[in-house]
């Protein structure tokens, strides 16, 4: 058997999906010295000590065993507990359970609810894994555009334009990876409006609740009517600096749940016994290193903004994440040519928009969840790069 003859017998839906654009720019700088990378999607930050301990002291007593595959019960409490500051009201032993990070929960909430198929609506630009998952689903993915001018949000006039009678899922990401926007109680109520007339369920990916700036996340499912057509997603990664956990949990109407623990008991089983252990710690008791997690993003996302546009990148102000979506377009060049340039002549590395939607094009994602130092070097490499190009 040849190796073409042998990828032709492939999964076509496998085959066709093409690699994630950001681990490309990854692998680049990875072969490179001395690279800034505002690339990343992970706090800077270790996990707090006293989470650390925690794991460290559940394998000392021997927690390492299966739990139940909905998750530890005391942690499904926690977690209840924690979702009602978002004025989110589930119960902990029917509408919650912890997966293998968020992505767990996302490819699962995407195979409960798509029949081969339907479509489903993803504003644009997103995070890069929501198409793949929904096409592993058997779904035929439905671009929305979102525009610089709204500061990247989704209105209910764009979305009602894409509703077909095979409209089944809309996805929304806020605060938003790559662009930082938040959305409003307002705005959120308009989009909700149009998924109750249109019979639409919601995947609410709500991972960046908790790191927001000058106004605290609202989450569509607490809005009337919405919390039955609704898989909230969330995880520990972001807000507690716990990304290589794999710490994750959905929470959506038991219908739905029970569908999605039936293919998380024959995939994962559970989440790590140790790890959910960790988690209970950092929801327990984690509020005072979190905050002071927020106050730094907070310091270096006006940091990032101030210094974007002292260089001459025109930029929106992120009020959420810790990404900043610098405009491009004047440059004259892709956001990929300007990236993988910025790259190989100043070794920093970013990531060009168009790896999440066409309406990305033009702008670069730049986290600034790195050092203060390491993002005024990156900014004056920046700086020398614009001045070689414009």
Same mark, same amino acid.
């Given at each position: 058997?040849?190796?073409n003859?042998? @990828?032709?017998? $492939?999964?076509?839906?496998?085959?066709?999906?093409p690699?994630s654009?950001?681990?490309?720019f990854?692998? $680049?700088a990875n072969?490179?010295?001395?690279?800034?990378s505002?690339?990343?999607?992970e706090?800077d930050?270790?996990?707090?000590?006293?989470?650390?301990?925690?794991?460290m @002291?559940?394998?000392?007593?021997?927690?390492t065993?299966?739990t139940?595959?909905r998750g530890?019960?005391e942690?499904?409490?926690a977690i %209840?507990?924690?979702?009602e500051?978002?004025?989110l009201?589930?119960?902990?032993?029917q509408?919650?359970?912890?997966?293998v990070g968020?992505?767990?929960?996302?490819?699962?909430a995407?195979r409960?609810?798509?029949c081969?198929?339907?479509?489903v609506?993803?504003?644009?630009?997103t995070y890069v894994?929501y198409?793949p998952?929904?096409?592993l689903a058997?779904?035929?993915?439905?671009?929305?555009?979102?525009?610089?001018?709204d500061?990247?949000?989704?209105?209910?006039?764009e979305?009602?334009?894409h509703?077909?009678?095979a409209?089944?899922?809309?996805v929304i990401?806020?605060?938003?990876?790559p662009t930082?926007?938040?959305?409003?109680?307002?705005?959120l109520?308009?989009?909700?409006?149009?998924?109750?007339?249109?019979?639409l369920f919601?995947?609410?990916?709500?991972i960046y609740?908790?790191l927001? @700036?000058?106004q605290?996340?609202?989450s569509?499912?607490s809005?009337?009517?919405?919390k039955?057509?609704?898989?909230?997603i969330?995880?520990m990664?972001?807000a507690?600096a716990m990304?290589?956990?794999?710490l994750?949990y959905a929470?959506a109407?038991?219908?739905?749940?029970?569908?999605?623990?039936?293919?998380?008991?024959?995939?994962? $089983?559970?989440a790590?016994h140790?790890?959910?252990?960790?988690?209970?710690?950092?929801?327990?008791n984690?509020e005072t290193?979190k905050?002071r997690?927020i106050?730094?993003?907070?310091q270096?996302?006006?940091?990032i903004?101030?210094?974007?546009?002292e260089?001459?990148l025109?930029?929106?102000e992120?009020e959420?994440?810790?990404?900043?979506?610098?405009?491009?377009? %004047?440059?004259?060049?892709?956001?990929?040519a300007?990236a993988e340039?910025?790259l190989?002549?100043?070794k920093?590395?970013?990531?060009?928009?168009s790896v999440?939607g066409?309406?990305?094009?033009?702008?670069i994602r730049?986290? @600034? %969840?790195?050092s203060?130092?390491?993002?005024?070097?990156?900014?004056?490499r920046?700086?020398?790069?614009?001045?070689t190009?414009?």
């Amino acid at each position: 058997m040849t190796v073409n003859s042998l @990828y032709e017998r $492939l999964s076509p839906t496998v085959r066709d999906i093409p690699a994630s654009g950001i681990r490309r720019f990854f692998d $680049l700088a990875n072969e490179m010295e001395d690279v800034i990378s505002l690339g990343v999607g992970e706090p800077d930050f270790v996990t707090p000590w006293h989470v650390r301990e925690a794991c460290m @002291y559940a394998l000392e007593r021997g927690f390492t065993t299966y739990t139940s595959n909905r998750g530890l019960p005391e942690l499904c409490q926690a977690i %209840a507990e924690y979702l009602e500051k978002f004025q989110l009201q589930y119960d902990p032993d029917q509408e919650l359970m912890v997966t293998v990070g968020g992505s767990e929960a996302i490819d699962i909430a995407f195979r409960t609810l798509i029949c081969p198929g339907d479509e489903v609506l993803l504003p644009e630009p997103t995070y890069v894994s929501y198409r793949p998952c929904a096409l592993l689903a058997g779904a035929r993915v439905v671009d929305v555009p979102t525009r610089a001018e709204d500061q990247f949000r989704l209105t209910a006039a764009e979305l009602e334009k894409h509703i077909t009678p095979a409209s089944k899922v809309l996805v929304i990401c806020y605060p938003n990876n790559p662009t930082g926007t938040i959305m409003t109680k307002a705005d959120l109520e308009a989009i909700a409006e149009v998924a109750i007339a249109h019979d639409l369920f919601v995947i609410s990916d709500e991972i960046y609740a908790e790191l927001t @700036y000058g106004q605290k996340h609202f989450s569509i499912a607490s809005i009337p009517g919405m919390k039955e057509r609704t898989v909230v997603i969330s995880g520990m990664s972001k807000a507690f600096a716990m990304t290589g956990w794999r710490l994750g949990y959905a929470a959506a109407p038991k219908e739905i749940l029970n569908s999605m623990l039936k293919i998380h008991q024959y995939t994962m $089983l559970c989440a790590p016994h140790m790890v959910q252990m960790a988690a209970l710690e950092a929801l327990r008791n984690g509020e005072t290193e979190k905050q002071r997690m927020i106050e730094s993003y907070d310091q270096r996302r006006r940091l990032i903004v101030n210094g974007f546009q002292e260089i001459g990148l025109a930029c929106h102000e992120p009020e959420g994440a810790f990404y900043a979506f610098p405009d491009i377009r %004047a440059t004259g060049l892709t956001s990929e040519a300007f990236a993988e340039g910025l790259l190989r002549h100043e070794k920093v590395a970013v990531v060009p928009g168009s790896v999440f939607g066409s309406t990305g094009e033009g702008f670069i994602r730049c986290s @600034y %969840a790195t050092s203060v130092e390491q993002i005024q070097r990156a900014l004056a490499r920046m700086g020398r790069y614009m001045q070689t190009i414009c």
